[in-house]
């Protein structure tokens, strides 16, 4: 282990904390009944909360943690006004119609536009700033990839995305990496924790709302035409719940947890860059992110000092030492003028990934949802929270993507034992991809 690359003070949480912790907010105790429960207190959960409130329904928001201990508070902060349109976590390539890359387009634009109507609606001061995102090629054969889906979200409605060539690429950022890339103009990036403290202080706001964390749901039982759920601070009867625990789902309903699988997501901040550095590695502010099977996602944080480097270091939880030291090799190969700048943080957290690659709205079994980030939730599943709570109010007829039901995962149960071996698996096609194809 290069103990070297350490800081010293290093820390194993994430560095967006030092702005806004966690909060443990506990309900004396759980009102006996209640028009809807949402299940799970991150971006999902307490946008729904406030799309109810709004509408003059009374919700529960039962957190098994700290408010924010989840995703939310431990992403990199990069907000996209697109989604996936190519390959599933199993590496399959994904045919969607034409109408809905459309739809998908479409939805994605939508949450960005929402999240961005939010934050000002609520006066949330968490430094979004609009400076667009560079997708880099990893391989020059990624970059034919590239120039067929530019052609394919351009027939599909995106306006604001261009490929960049290999001799371009220096205007967008400080590395000879990559073969060329893609650039998303309306994209941008914000605190993540700071967003989620300015969410949870709206939802304190609205009286309606009762927040109960370090309380897990446990069960639910069918009760006439609403619900019982049982949780670690005794039961509620209501009329409607929501689940919102994405990356994190467990039992509760099996027939979701067959439907995501939970992947980890790893991070690392670095010491302060020497003045100027910043500005040579990343000329227009811009977020990063790769055509790797196994990306890396990254950027300058707020200050404008400090690197935030990201990425799916194993697909599982592994010790914080090693994350870094992983993290910071990649580092280092995209910028190799980095190699003797130290770790202050790293942090994991857990996202989830559906076998169509979409995000989802709907219900199951009677059951509301909105669950299946696949990496990109940070506008997303705000918008899917407040869909989902606007559809249960009346207030809205089509959940968005509505058209493609959450489908399960052939042969998955609900324990993702393969994710080490296909977390391998795929690190070795992008190495062939990259040295040999
Ligand atoms: C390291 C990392 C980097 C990321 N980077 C980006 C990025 O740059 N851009 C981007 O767009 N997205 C990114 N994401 C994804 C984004 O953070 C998530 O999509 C988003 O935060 C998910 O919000 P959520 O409300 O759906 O889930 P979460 O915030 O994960 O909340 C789910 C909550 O459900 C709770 N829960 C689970 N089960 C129960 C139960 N039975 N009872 C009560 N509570 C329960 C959990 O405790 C958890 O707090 C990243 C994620 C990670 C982990």
Redesign the pocket.
């Known amino acids: 282990m290069s103990a070297s690359i350490l800081a010293n003070g290093f820390r194993e949480e994430p560095y967006w904390w030092e702005a806004f912790r966690p909060q443990s907010i506990t309900a004396p105790a759980l009102p006996r009944q209640a028009d809807v429960v949402v299940?799970?207190?991150?971006?999902?959960?307490l946008s729904a909360a406030r799309a109810l409130a709004d509408a003059g329904i009374q919700s529960v928001v039962?957190?098994?943690?700290e408010f924010g201990?989840?995703?939310?508070t431990?992403?990199?902060?990069?907000?996209?006004a697109g989604l996936s349109v190519g390959k599933s976590f199993t590496g399959k390539a994904l045919a969607y119609s034409p109408e809905l890359v459309r739809e998908v387009v479409g939805s994605a634009i939508a949450a960005y536009r929402s999240l961005r109507e939010l934050i000002d609606s609520e006066k949330i001061d968490c430094h979004f700033e609009e400076r667009g995102r560079f997708l880099g090629a990893c391989a020059a054969s990624h970059y034919a990839e590239l120039e067929a889906r530019h052609a394919k979200l351009v027939a599909g409605g995106a306006t604001s995305c261009r490929l960049i060539t290999k001799a371009e690429q220096r205007e967008e950022i400080g590395s000879d990496y990559y073969h060329g890339g893609l650039v998303f103009e309306t994209a941008g990036k914000l605190h993540?924790a700071l967003f989620y403290g300015g969410l949870l202080a709206a939802v304190r706001r609205r009286n309606s709302i009762t927040l109960a964390g370090h309380?897990?749901?446990t069960g639910l039982a069918r009760d006439g035409d609403g619900w019982r759920v049982a949780t670690s601070m005794g039961e509620v009867r209501t009329r409607h719940v929501v689940i919102?625990?994405?990356?994190?789902?467990?039992d509760?309903v099996p027939s979701l947890k067959r439907r995501v699988v939970p992947i980890a997501?790893?991070?690392i901040a670095t010491e302060e860059l020497p003045e100027g550095l910043p500005l040579k590695l990343c000329p227009r502010g811009r977020t990063f992110s790769e055509t790797r099977r196994v990306l890396h996602?990254y950027r300058l944080s707020p200050d404008g000092r400090r690197v935030i480097f990201?990425g799916r270091a194993r697909f599982t939880e592994i010790p914080g030492e090693l994350r870094a030291k992983l993290l910071h090799k990649s580092l280092v190969e995209r910028f190799p003028e980095l190699a003797g700048i130290k770790v202050t943080h790293t942090w994991?957290?857990?996202?989830a990934f559906t076998y169509d690659a979409l995000p989802h709205a709907g219900e199951i079994e009677g059951l509301h949802f909105?669950l299946g980030?696949n990496?990109?939730?940070?506008?997303m599943?705000p918008y899917l929270?407040d869909a989902v709570g606007r559809a249960i109010a009346g207030r809205l007829h089509k959940l968005p993507l509505a058209e493609a039901p959450l489908p399960p995962i052939p042969f998955y149960s609900g324990n993702p034992w393969f994710l080490p071996a296909v977390g391998g698996a795929f690190r070795a096609l992008d190495w062939f991809d990259e040295h040999v194809r």
Not at 348 to 351: H, K
């Open positions: 299940v799970g207190g991150g971006y999902a959960g039962v957190e098994a943690g201990s989840g995703a939310s431990r992403s990199g902060g990069g907000v996209s993540p309380c897990r749901a919102a625990t994405n990356g994190y789902t467990g509760l997501s790893h991070i996602y990201g994991q957290g857990n996202v909105a980030c990496g990109s939730g940070v506008s599943m929270g």
